[in-house]
């Protein structure tokens, strides 16, 4: 089995529902969840919106490839609404579903880049993985989230809107 962490999360509709809804899609089209962290609130990152987004980080254990997983991924956030992109920058959507890790792979392909390579860029990811996964060692950088949390530069606000006791 291999190990992936999610990023998911939205800034459309009913995104408490959403991410409920995506976290039932991944465990029948990807894996089972196995760890899960808070839910945080952030203002959009990159682009002006009248909503903020909702984030989880979620860890899976799936048999599926790193590709199946980004096909599947994809498949979740067309199930639930998101539309194709109608400009170059960032926009609004129901459901965005981003593969961070893969196990230690480092991939870099036309259609796949991992470890993501902006995730240290953004609070809205870093947060919840320091929550979880504070000493997970990032394969490219060689450093633990929780010193890639205390470099990142992002001064964008962020609040934890629920805490999930569900998994550890």
């Known amino acids: ?5 999610l990023l998911i999360g939205g800034n459309e509709g ?7 809804k995506a976290k039932a899609f991944i465990e029948k089209k990807i894996g089972k969840i196995v760890k899960e962290s808070s839910i945080v609130e952030s203002e959009p990152w990159g682009f002006e919106h009248a909503q903020n987004f909702l984030n989880q980080v979620i860890e899976v254990e799936s048999s599926l490839t790193p590709h199946e997983t980004l096909k599947n991924g994809q498949e979740i956030e067309k199930t639930l609404g998101r ?3 109608t ?7 129901p459901m965005d579903i981003d593969i ?7 991939i870099s392909e036309e259609d796949l880049t991992i470890p993501h390579p902006r995730m240290h860029e953004r609070k809205f990811t870093m947060v919840p993985l320091a929550e979880k996964w ?21 001064d964008g606000w962020i609040k934890i809107r629920l805490k999930f006791a569900t998994k550890s």
């Open 14 to 20: 009913n995104t408490h529902e959403y991410i409920a």
């Open 134 to 154: 504070n000493n997970y060692i990032h394969p490219t950088f060689r450093k633990t989230m929780k010193q890639l949390l205390d470099e990142c530069n992002d």
């Open 1 to 5: 089995m291999h190990q992936i962490i």
């Open 87 to 93: 400009t170059t920058g960032y926009e609004g959507r």
């Open 100 to 106: 961070l890790f893969y196990d230690n792979l480092e």
């Open 83 to 85: 539309k194709a992109k």
